[in-house]
């Protein structure tokens, strides 16, 4: 068997040291997600945009249905339909 020189033996320590910093990030990053999947109402994606969808159509109507707003109306209804839903989970884990 062949001895491995120190810079061998150094370049396998770091790898293995990488690997064990990027596992422990992960697993951080998973606990942090799940935090907040805990904390947030339940929604699915299909709910989130049928919501938005709906309010859309409302910003569009008190507007007297001027057209040519209507991806004004979407990013403006993504916005009120997420800060209802930060507003909930806030008020779940206070």
């Not at 040291?17 to 805990?38: G, M, P």
């Not at 001027?66 to 209802?84: F, I, M, N, P």
Request: proline fraction near 1%.
């Amino acid at each position: 068997m062949a001895k491995r020189s120190s810079t061998e033996e150094k370049e396998k320590d770091a790898i293995g040291a990488r690997t064990k910093a990027k596992s422990t990030n992960k697993s951080d990053e998973s606990q942090s997600h799940a935090v907040i999947r805990e904390a947030a109402p339940s929604f699915s994606t299909v709910e989130f945009y049928a919501r938005v969808a709906r309010r859309a159509y409302d910003l569009f109507e008190r507007r007297g249905r001027e057209e040519g707003h209507d991806v004004e109306d979407w990013l403006e209804a993504e916005r009120l339909v997420k800060d209802e839903m930060l507003q909930g989970s806030e008020a779940i884990t206070s």
